[in-house]
């Protein structure tokens, strides 16, 4: 008898851990990857704002399985899918069998309806956004220093996010601490701890999933660091030299040379082809509407997991974060062992070890359900989370050395300007 073949979208959180967790399974293993690397995107602000490399957060997918004999690393980009003759179909017209199939082609970021204004304010998503995130926000410093009139200056040196969740307040934090730290006494035209951080929301207050306590905690944080929240605000328009926004008051513009995106996601467009090709219902984010097992309904051998999944549990949806499809991905891995042993199946249950966000320099906010922090606990047992779970020790290493190092002198290595201008 032939062994099972298991074809993995996607090399992110869900598909590498789906991968993992088959390694003792009797089935042979193909997982499919646009890139060739693993991304722990958690730490992608950090690359935005010069305090990483992008090879600090980043593991070639061969490597991390390199010792996994039933595994073989495809670089392709699964681009459709014959669900009838249960073949993918790769951008390169090249055709996979599968007997069962596990789509984990994430999430990007959503602009909700204005895809114009992506070449205005990148979103955070990949390691091309860090680094063009991370290139503006330095060229900004750099063009105020040889800006002569005024008001130019200002603009400049006023940075607009969009978005106070968790990515919109790490963002806001550490360009904070760049430019009140890291930047001063670096230049001689301009002071850069003069800059004005704006954080923007259309919501009630910053970080709307953390409990009330928590945000004003992490508001009061971001206070120190220059940032100036502004919620129930609404980005109306948007051009190369400001946004306009919706307030309480009326209509207000904000000139400011560099925006940032950090205001919503969309699932990655596998989700619509899936949904075309099985005839499953999808969410207004474009995510796959699944089973309790995770699978697509009328084809079991299908999974849909991590940011391209649409499940609830307890009348509420699953959060798309990476611990929730490392879950899935080994949950379905589970799964699968189990049907080949003859053995029942079982709904997926999703285990919420809680929250983090981290402001600035030995500052985070923490929310485990019962136990609730802020402050340098909260920041500390950030650190330890994000450290236990990037994949590779050597990564591990390098990361933990640079983040003891910044502690100390508040330098980041990584601040290259590179590409673009």
């Known amino acids: 008898m032939s062994r099972q073949r298991v074809v993995i979208a996607g090399g992110g959180f869900g598909g590498l851990y789906a991968a993992k967790a088959l390694r003792r399974a009797p089935v042979d293993v193909t997982i499919i990857d646009k890139r060739n690397f693993h991304l722990f995107q958690p730490l992608l602000y ?3 704002t010069g305090g990483l490399s992008p090879g600090d957060i980043a593991a070639p997918l061969r490597a991390a399985l390199r010792g996994q004999a039933n595994v073989e690393v ?9 669900a009838g003759r249960r073949v993918v179909v790769l951008d390169s017209g090249r055709e996979i069998g599968y007997d069962s199939l596990i789509v984990a082609t994430g999430a990007t970021h959503s602009y909700f309806g204005r895809g114009e204004w992506e070449h205005l304010a990148p979103g955070l998503k990949t390691l091309e956004d860090a680094t063009e995130m991370r290139r503006r926000m330095l060229y900004a410093f750099e063009a105020a220093e040889m800006e002569a009139a005024e008001e130019a200056r200002r603009q400049w040196l006023r940075f607009v996010i969009v978005g106070a969740g968790p990515t919109g307040v790490e963002l806001a934090g550490a360009i904070g601490e760049i430019a009140n730290k890291t ?8 002071r850069p701890e003069e ?6 929301d259309a919501g009630e207050r910053v970080l709307p999933s953390y409990p009330a306590a928590l945000s004003e905690s992490a508001e009061k944080a ?16 948007m051009d190369e030299r400001g946004v306009a926004v919706a307030t309480a008051a009326g209509e207000e513009r904000i000139d400011a040379r560099t925006v940032f995106w950090a205001a919503g996601v969309q699932a990655s467009s596998m989700g619509r082809v899936l949904a075309e090709r099985t005839g499953v219902a999808t969410d207004r984010a474009g995510r796959v509407v699944v089973n309790a097992d995770l699978t697509v309904a009328g084809h079991r051998e299908i999974f849909a997991i991590g940011d391209l999944a649409a499940v609830a549990q307890g009348g509420k949806p699953v959060p798309g974060v990476a611990p929730a499809a490392m879950q899935m991905g080994q949950y379905v891995a589970r799964t699968i062992r189990r049907r080949l042993e003859g053995a029942a199946g079982e709904e997926f249950r999703y285990w919420d070890k809680g929250s983090l966000a981290v402001i600035g320099r030995a500052s985070a906010v923490a929310d485990f359900g019962t136990v609730r922090m802020s402050g340098l606990v909260a920041w500390l047992a950030w650190l330890f989370i994000h450290l236990m779970y990037i994949v590779g020790f050597q990564n591990r290493v390098l990361v933990f050395i640079q983040w003891g190092f910044h502690y100390f002198t508040f330098h980041r290595g990584a601040r290259l300007i590179t590409g673009g201008k």
């Not at 495809?74 to 014959?82: L, S």
């Not at 800059?195 to 923007?200: D, Q």
């Not at 206070?223 to 328009?237: Q, S």
Request: with cysteine; hydrophobic share 50%.
């Open 46 to 48: 950090q690359v935005a």
């Open 74 to 82: 495809m670089m392709g980009e699964v681009c459709d899918i014959d």
């Open 222 to 237: 971001l206070i120190r660091l220059g940032v100036r929240t502004r919620v129930r605000v609404k980005v109306t328009a």
């Open 195 to 200: 800059a004005e951080i704006l954080l923007l």
């Open 183 to 190: 930047l001063r006494e670096e230049f001689r035209r301009i």
